[in-house]
């Protein structure tokens, strides 16, 4: 690989971004650290970092044969992805099938009501003020986005979760809701970050076991073993 990693360009939560000589392509590395509740909860993962950087790689290049453009190049090591540089949109898309977490929350539903259709949401990308829910119209009329990238944004979002739950659905899990990021690169919107238990919840069929990061927002204990486990059906 004629690639040079270079300096740290940024750390978030969960993830460092390398540059390299190329300045379209970035190394994306994992790390096991873990937060919930706006980083008010801290901690690690052992090998979160591994786990998430194989789940997002299988996924990304699961999703570019289906025809979804994403950020992923290639893999470089076991924490460690390259990826187009992109400017991230502020912006964290969701995807509901099952009804849990904030939207239980916010609508007062017990978790676990399977949805008519599914519920795509934006949240405004901010730690600050705990990514408020908001509507097109608070992007639009805010900058954060074109009405043409929205579009584009939420079509990719709904073909994603028809591939994502398909493919789970084959392994023996249910895709309960899920978090999107998409970036700019050269004039086209990539899907980007990861795609992970991190980012995900995932329930065993019929168990409805949880095999996602709720174990560790909620001290259900086995959170390395479900990162494993989701490990394994990804790629077992
Ligand atoms: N999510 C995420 N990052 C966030 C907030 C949520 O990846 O900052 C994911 C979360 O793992 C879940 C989905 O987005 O799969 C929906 O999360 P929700 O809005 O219910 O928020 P939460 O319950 O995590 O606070």
């Given at each position: 690989m004629m690639l040079t990693k270079g300096a740290k360009m940024y750390e978030g939560k969960a993830k460092i971004l390398y540059e390299t000589d190329n300045p379209d392509r970035v190394i994306q590395y994992f790390k096991d650290d873990a937060t919930a509740f706006n980083a008010q909860k801290r901690g690690t993962i052992l090998d979160k970092g591994v786990v998430n950087n194989k789940i997002s790689a299988a996924m990304f290049k699961y999703l570019e044969a289906q025809g979804i453009a994403t950020h992923f190049v290639e893999p470089l090591s076991d924490r460690e992805m390259l990826v187009k540089r992109v400017q991230i949109i502020p912006l964290e898309v969701t995807i509901r099938n099952i009804v849990a977490g904030g939207m239980a929350k916010m609508l007062g539903i017990e978790e676990g009501l399977v949805l008519k259709q599914p519920v795509f949401e934006y949240h405004y990308k901010s730690d600050a003020l705990g990514d408020p829910l908001i509507n097109d119209d608070h992007a639009l009329a805010l900058g954060m986005a074109t009405e043409q990238e929205l579009r584009l944004i939420r079509e990719r979002s709904f073909q994603v979760n028809d591939a994502l739950k398909a493919y789970f659905a084959k392994r023996?899990?249910?895709?309960v809701d899920f978090k999107l990021e998409f970036g700019r690169h050269k004039g086209q919107i990539l899907l980007a970050d990861e795609i992970s238990p991190d980012t995900c919840r995932f329930w065993e069929q019929g168990s409805r076991r949880k095999l996602d990061k709720d174990r560790f927002r909620r001290d259900l204990g086995g959170v390395e073993e479900a990162y494993q486990e989701m490990l394994k059906r990804v790629v077992g």
């Open positions: 023996g899990i249910d895709l």
